[in-house]
């Protein structure tokens, strides 16, 4: 897996570790719902935030705003130093800058598997056929599904299809990977082969943020945990100093909750 550099940016020309995704005081309503309150989020290049919490709590909306499929209401956010443009050719670069997996594949059904990962690739980023589809075919082999590449995206398995939708937000060299809840759809026995590859792609630097309750994965792949409620941060630490000790009553009633289920 290692012949495929992550993203093109790693150890590039900014310093490892320098600030990557940075929200500053984001608020957002859905009408009266104030769904995002005061969003202070700081993620480092190379960093691992899984981000957890009830369901209702913002997560997803979160992610959203981050690749603006959600537009804030006040406050900012920056990527890589630039904040999120408006529209036009501008956001479909930021869009392919920021892959994003969803718990549901999203992928295009009437496109084989090749193809929906090479059209990013030849569409938003003007890459040549050929050099679109040896690098979908390089990355599909990596997430383990490289013999799947002429079949339709209906004739794979939940965990092989979720795979290729990584490999396709991986075919744009992605400055970070947003995952929200991408093995809650999945049946048990696939949850793993996903996480798999989360965990090499977390090992080889990428920037993620992972929306996930799988708290093994947060434990091992996760640099921070985030921990959300009612559209606030509540609680940021360790994986190791959330689980073990969560310092909100919040967090230790959502951790009762979801561990002894
Ligand atoms: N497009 C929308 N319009 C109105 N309300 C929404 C919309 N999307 C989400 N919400 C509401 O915002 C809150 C947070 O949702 P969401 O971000 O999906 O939470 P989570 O991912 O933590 O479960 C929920 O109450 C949800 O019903
Ligand atoms: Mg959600």
Do not use: W
Request: glycine letters at 8%; charged letters at 25%; a neutral charge.
């Amino acid at each position: 897996m290692s012949e495929v550099p992550v993203t093109e940016n790693a150890g590039g020309a900014a310093p490892a570790g320098d600030p990557l995704v940075v929200l500053d005081k984001v608020n957002k309503h859905f009408g009266a719902l104030h769904v995002l309150q005061d969003i202070n989020l700081t993620i480092r290049r190379g960093e691992v935030v899984v981000v957890i919490g009830p369901s209702g709590s913002g997560k997803s909306t979160l992610c959203r705003t981050i690749n603006r499929l959600e537009t804030i209401g006040t406050g900012s956010i920056a990527i890589d130093g630039k904040p999120l443009p408006q529209e036009g050719r501008e956001l479909a670069r930021l869009r392919a800058d920021v892959g994003m997996v969803f718990q549901s594949f999203n992928l295009f059904a009437h496109k084989t598997v090749l193809e929906n990962v090479m059209l990013g690739q030849t569409k938003v980023r003007k890459t040549d056929k050929a050099a679109a589809e040896k690098k979908a075919r390089t990355l599909l082999d990596r997430v383990g599904v490289g013999a799947q590449a002429e079949k339709y995206p209906a004739q794979l398995s939940g965990g092989q299809q979720q795979r290729v939708a990584i490999a396709r937000a991986l075919a744009m060299d992605p400055k970070v990977m947003l995952f929200d809840e991408p093995t809650s759809a999945l049946d048990p026995e696939m949850i793993n082969e996903v996480l798999e590859v989360m965990q090499q792609l977390a090992r080889e630097g990428m920037t993620m943020v992972v929306v996930t309750h799988e708290m093994g994965f947060a434990r091992s792949a996760a640099n921070r945990v985030v921990f959300m409620a009612d559209g606030k941060i509540i609680e940021e630490a360790e994986p190791t100093q959330f689980f073990d000790n969560p310092r909100s009553d919040r967090a230790k009633d959502f951790l009762s909750k979801i561990l002894h289920h």
